[in-house]
């Protein structure tokens, strides 16, 4: 064969191995990026509340392989089972089959569905997912992605969402537009309430700095140099300096001189139908939004204040007070609930139960745990894992067959 013929079958066949290769690596390449592109379905026809607290309709029900569903009579739908189903915020429900996520309506249908890794809840129209070790936000209505390119995502909150970079905290809005910079340390509050955000200023060393306000576009509101503060609730917040609290208005004026703390294992509540839990030397009281104490500190704690009464601890035991301090419920309790819908979980012994909130029990205290729902029902376990449905007044919804 002739020689130069050879050499000339040897090149041509080298760079077809050249180019095999390199189409290889390129498809390669392109199936990577295809089996990371995971499949959204956003479903903009099927509405929701637009109110992050709308009660659920429905209850979470086991079913043999699952989960299932059941309404307030506790007439079951089991036409279709979950893996995992929980209720989420905006009245809906959090569901997975298989390698599928996302959330269901009243109605049982999927308002989105993804293949990523979402968390289980939303936050203004949006959840975060996780993507090698990164976080983004899917918007379920439209299932347009900001990225994963984060460390860390937090909830939005007024239309923006912080973001951790690099240890580092700044804020994107709806569009994944990074309005403010991760310039912050953080330990801030990482959302916005009434227009305001605390931040945290970084050391030269990396350790965290004073503490200020911000506003949505990054602007330096409220400054004086404190060391922590909450989240505005009726134009009224507590900003602490060394171990101690101080209630300032949204100009950042001092309410009142009266200085409050220290606090061991709580903060100051935030302030609801004009009235704040704080603490004095170790005791707990409660103020009007001047900053005047409407009950005295002496109680060893007090619940967030809700509909004017408030849970209590006095003695080592719960009751349950007005907002004037007259008691409700004597303190007799070794746990006392939130009230809603006029009912809470109490305990005795280990024990728990539904208490009224003029004192009468509903059921009595022989259960592993009670949950009161957002939608008038009681959930109780009667161990780790089994548990049967009430309404408030102690009639069973459903239980178990077995």
Not at 103 to 127: G, K, M, Y
Not at 165 to 170: A, C, E, P, Q
Not at 314 to 336: A, Q, R
């Amino acid at each position: 064969m002739n020689q130069k013929y050879i050499k000339f079958l040897a090149i041509a066949l080298s760079v077809i191995c050249v180019i095999g290769i390199a189409v290889y690596g390129v498809m390669e390449y392109v199936g990577v990026k295809q089996a990371k592109t995971r499949a959204v379905t956003a479903n903009p026809d099927i509405t929701y509340s637009a109110d992050i607290n709308t009660p659920h309709d429905l209850l979470v029900v086991p079913a043999e392989g699952g989960y299932c569903f059941a309404n307030k009579s506790g007439v079951v739908f089991n036409n279709n089972i979950y893996d995992i189903a929980s209720p989420a915020n905006y009245g809906l429900y959090y569901a997975q089959v298989g390698k599928k996520q996302g959330f269901l309506n009243s109605s049982l249908n999927f308002v989105f569905i993804t293949e990523e890794t979402i968390s289980s809840n939303l936050s203004e129209d949006f959840v975060i997912y996780k993507r090698d070790n990164k976080s983004g936000f899917i918007n379920i209505k439209t299932g347009e992605k900001i990225e994963a390119v984060y460390d860390m995502a937090y909830d939005f909150s007024e239309g923006l969402a912080a973001v951790l970079k690099d240890d580092k905290i700044g804020f994107v809005n709806t569009k994944g537009e990074l309005i403010i910079p991760n310039i912050y340390h953080s330990s801030g509050r990482h959302s916005f309430k009434s227009g305001l955000c605390l931040v945290t200023e970084i050391n030269a060393d990396g350790s965290a700095g004073t503490s200020f306000y911000i506003d949505k576009a990054g602007n330096k509101v409220i400054d004086n140099g404190y060391d922590y503060g909450m989240a505005f609730y009726e134009n009224r917040t507590f900003v602490r300096t060394g171990e101690t609290w101080n209630l300032i208005d949204e100009k950042g004026n001092l309410v009142t001189d009266e200085d409050f703390g220290p606090y061991t294992n709580s903060v100051p509540g935030k302030f609801g139908g004009g009235y704040a839990v704080v603490a004095k030397d170790g005791l707990y009281g409660i103020i009007n939004a001047d900053g005047q104490y409407v009950v005295n500190p002496k109680h060893e704690h007090i619940a967030d204040i809700s509909g004017n009464r408030t849970v209590f601890k006095s003695g080592g035991k719960f009751g349950y007070m007005n907002i004037d301090g007259s008691v409700v419920i004597s303190p007799v309790y070794e746990y006392l609930g939130n009230f809603k819908f006029g009912v809470a979980a109490y305990s005795e012994q280990g024990k728990y139960g539904v208490i009224r909130e003029d004192g009468v029990r509903i059921t009595p205290p022989e259960y592993k745990k009670v949950e009161i729902l957002d939608n008038e029902c009681v959930k109780i376990y009667t161990d780790a894992k089994m548990y049967f449905y009430t309404d408030i007044y102690g009639n069973k919804i459903w239980e178990p067959k077995n």
